[in-house]
C-alpha cells in the first residue's frame, strides 16, 4: 500500500496538500496532531481501487479452502475498505469547499472539521479491528496453543497489542508458565507477601470481568482509611 504522510499547519491546509498531490479521489488512512501541527496519511484512488481489486481475488481463493469464520473475516475487510472510500468521498467534498478563497473561519467551521477528524479516526480504529479479527482467525488456523494464549492473555485484562508482542517472541516450545515469566519480570507485579497498604504507592488491578477487582480496591479503600483516617 504506497500510502503518504502530508503535514501542515492545519487540517485544511494538510487537506489541501492530499488533494494537490494525490488528486481529488484520495482517501484519509489516518490523522493526528503533531509537533508541526497536522499530520494525515493518505493514498491514491487508485491505490485503493487496486487493493479491492486484490483483496477480491485473495478473497476468492480463501472461500476455496477456508472455514466460514475466514470468509467473513474477509467480509469484513471489504466493508471496512468500502467504509474507507465513502468516507474518502466526503473528505473530498469537505476539502472543495474548503479549498475557496481565504476566509475567516467561523466557529461553525471549526467544528464541522473536527467532526470530520473525529469519523476519520473511528474509522482508522474501526478498520484496525477488522484486521485485527482477521489475524485472529488465522492464527486459531495455524497456532491454536498460541490463539489460545492470546485469548486468555486479553481475557485477563491484557491489551491485545501487548499479547501479540508477547506471543510473536515466545520460543516456539514455550507455554504460559514463560508468558506469566516474562510480565513478572518486566511489570512490577505485587506479591502476595506484600502489603501494598503499608506500602503505598500506585498499582494496578488486571482481571477479566467478575474477579474481584471493584471489590478489591473496596477493601484496600477501607483499610487505608482505617490506617491512615
Not at 149 to 175: C, E, H, I, Q, T
Amino acid at each position: 500500500m504506497n500510502a503518504r504522510k502530508f503535514i501542515a499547519a492545519s487540517s485544511r491546509e494538510a487537506l489541501q496538500l492530499v488533494r494537490a498531490e494525490l488528486g481529488a479521489e484520495a482517501v484519509i488512512l489516518s490523522n493526528r496532531k503533531s509537533a508541526a501541527g497536522v499530520e494525515i496519511v493518505a493514498m491514491a484512488g487508485s491505490e485503493l481501487a487496486h487493493l479491492n481489486e486484490t483483496r477480491m481475488v485473495a478473497q476468492h481463493a480463501e472461500q476455496t479452502r477456508s472455514a466460514p469464520r475466514q470468509r467473513a473475516a474477509a467480509n469484513l475487510s471489504g466493508r471496512a475498505l468500502d467504509q474507507a472510500a465513502a468516507l474518502g468521498a466526503k473528505v473530498v467534498a469537505a476539502q472543495a469547499e474548503q479549498a475557496a478563497p481565504p476566509r475567516v473561519e467561523t466557529p461553525q467551521a471549526n467544528h464541522a472539521a473536527q467532526q470530520l477528524m473525529h469519523e476519520l479516526q473511528a474509522m482508522h480504529d474501526t478498520m484496525q479491528a477488522q484486521m485485527a479479527g482477521m489475524a485472529w482467525s488465522t492464527l486459531q488456523q495455524q497456532d491454536p496453543q498460541r490463539s489460545g494464549l492470546l485469548r486468555d492473555l486479553v481475557n485477563a485484562g491484557f491489551s491485545p497489542a501487548l499479547s501479540r508482542l508477547l506471543l510473536d517472541k515466545m520460543p516456539p516450545a514455550a507455554d504460559i508458565s514463560w508468558v506469566k515469566r516474562i510480565l513478572a519480570h518486566n511489570l512490577c507485579v505485587a506479591s502476595k507477601r506484600e502489603d501494598v497498604v503499608a506500602r503505598g504507592g500506585v498499582y494496578a488491578l488486571v482481571g477479566p470481568t467478575g474477579v474481584g477487582k471493584t471489590t478489591t480496591t473496596a477493601k484496600l479503600a477501607a483499610r487505608a482509611v482505617v490506617r491512615y483516617g
